[in-house]
Structures are given as C-alpha cells and as structure tokens.
C-alpha cells in the first residue's frame, strides 16, 4: 500500500470482466482512484466516459480515467483482466500458452512505473497466470495474488443455501485447489453456522444425501462452461469477487477468502499458487490458514497442485 488515504486501482484489461469489476467499484464505492488501461486506448476512454457519466448516481466521488502503464507508480493494487478470452469447449489450461505471451507485455512496463503495491490477478487459467506474475515481477510471494477460488467459494455457498433454505452467508464451506477442473470442496471442513453440514446429512433422513453434496461440487465445478455456453463468457461474478478482495486490502480487514497464493510448505507444497483460504489485508495475501484435511480430501490437493505445476513447468519459464 502507498501510505495515502487515496485508495487507488489500476486496472488493465478493458474487456467485460475488467469492466464488470471496475462497474463493481463504482457501486460500491470501493476506490477513489481508478486508472483503465487498454491497448485499445480509445476503448479504454469510452469505457472511462461511460463510468463518469453514472458518477452523479454514486455514493462516493471517483476519479476515473483511462491513463497508461506510468500511472500504476502510485496505484495501491494493479488489476490485470487483460488477456485472450475462453472459447466454447475450452479448458482454462489450453488458454495458458496464449495468455504467457499476453503477460510479459504487461508485467515488465508495469514494474518499470515504479508500482510497489499488490498484484491482483483475474486472466485464467488463474493461479498459473498468478505465477507467471510472481516470477516475471521478483515482487514478494505474499504481494501477487489471484482471484483463486473465491468465486466458486460464493457459488458452492449459494448453492448450500438454496438447498438448506439459509442465507449463504452463514454457511462456512470451501472450494480449493486450481480454479477448474480439480478443484474440490473439503466436505470435512464444511460447516452451517457450527455445525458440520456432514452432520446436516446424517441427520436429514435423506433430505441432504451425500449423493447431493456431490452433485453441487460438480455444478460448482461446471458452471463456467454452463455459463460460457449460454452466454459466451462469465463476468459480473468474478467482477464482484475481485471488488471484495480489493475491499479485504484496502480496509486491511484480515477477511478469509480463497485466493490464488504462493504455498511455503503448506500441505506439504511449495512452487505453486493455487486456490486456499487466506487471510487477506494490506499486505496482500498475509497468512495461509491451512484446513484440517482429510487424508483422501490432502490426496485431492496434492493432485490439483500438480496439474498447475505440470502446466507451469511445460511453459518453460
């Protein structure tokens, strides 16, 4: 963070997700500074005047605008959304080579403004993009972070919540691992309020069966595909994840939430950023906070942290 009580974001990346996140923070008022950058700069300046004109419909007083790499010097966290966009049918890890490439553009001249504040990472496939952050800025481990599993984290808890008739925001449940396709949820750490939701079942009489646990594991799984499919592309979700991670930041709220960080050893890992639940704050991503797994849900995290190196390490980096 810069010191300054101007809460102030970069983003790059003008597309539909960047701009459902900037869209985000401007509803809730989440930054006072708000820098669009593009490579197609008149994009980013019609999409700076689009925001302007709703500014007397805000709570707060943003200035927005559309500027270049030389202004992320004095941003608190710089945003990359930029990158090419997932195809029908398309895994998050056939999109990596193409979004390398896209990523060594942005990092170096970013670094060269002299920014010094937290990378926010939302380009899939996420936590490898995360790395690539990592290594090509040398910026410390805890300062790069991704969007992760946050968004799916929001989506298994809604889903929990229709099923159970509760607010989701009273169900304590977690996906982790990689943003895609082996991700999981620790259904051992999954809790309604105090209470183990495996508990929920086996007192249910059949109303909750671990049948249906499963089964919104995989529509938690699968829902960008189902999106994508009817839609094209899938945004305001992660537009709004990515602001209450920028609020978790800037308010230093030491929040839990499942980013993309670097593991030091956690779970037996290291040389992989993958989706956990961290405690987030001005630092970034200041301390993993490791979940009692069991031996077949550690079985499935070590899996999903492979595929990301495997990935990673075919890039040759």
Not at 214 to 235: F, G, H, P, S
Not at 273 to 281: A, D, R
Not at 294 to 317: H, M, N, P, R
Request: hydrophobic share 40%; aromatic share 6%.
């Amino acid at each position: 963070m810069t010191g300054t009580d101007n809460r102030k974001i970069a983003l790059i990346g003008t597309g539909m997700v960047g701009m459902s996140f900037a869209y985000s923070l401007l509803n809730q008022s989440s930054c006072d500074e708000l820098v669009l950058i593009d490579l197609d700069k008149k994009r980013a300046e019609g999409e700076a005047m689009d925001l302007n004109h709703g500014l007397a419909f805000s709570a707060g007083n943003m200035k927005i605008y559309a500027g270049e790499y030389r202004d992320c010097r004095d941003a608190d966290i710089v945003t990359i959304c930029a990158g090419v966009a997932q195809k029908p049918g398309e895994t998050r890890l056939e999109l990596l080579k193409r979004n390398a490439a896209v990523f060594s553009s942005i990092i170096n001249p970013v670094v060269a403004s002299g920014f010094s504040g937290i990378f926010l990472i939302a380009t899939n496939p996420v936590d490898i993009m995360t790395r690539i952050t990592h290594k090509l800025s040398g910026f410390p481990k805890e300062r790069v972070l991704g969007s992760g599993t946050a968004l799916d984290t929001a989506r298994l808890r809604y889903l929990l919540g229709q099923h159970l008739h509760v607010d989701p925001r009273n169900i304590h449940a977690y996906v982790i691992g990689e943003h895609g396709d082996s991700e999981f949820v620790p259904w051992s750490q999954a809790l309604l309020a105090t209470k183990p939701i495996l508990e929920i079942c086996e007192e249910s009489g059949g109303n909750l069966r671990l049948q249906d646990l499963q089964d919104i594991a995989v529509q938690v799984r699968d829902a960008a595909y189902q999106i994508i499919d009817a839609k094209k592309a899938t945004y305001y979700g992660i537009g709004m994840a990515l602001t209450r991670i920028a609020r978790a930041i800037f308010g230093g709220e030491n929040s839990v939430l499942t980013v993309s960080a670097a593991l030091n050893g956690d779970y037996g890992q290291e040389e992989v950023f993958i989706g956990v639940p961290c405690i987030i704050n001005q630092n970034g991503a200041a301390r993993i906070l490791r979940l009692s797994l069991t031996a077949d849900e550690l079985k499935k995290f070590q899996a999903s942290c492979q595929t990301l190196k495997s990935s990673f390490d075919e890039l040759g980096l």
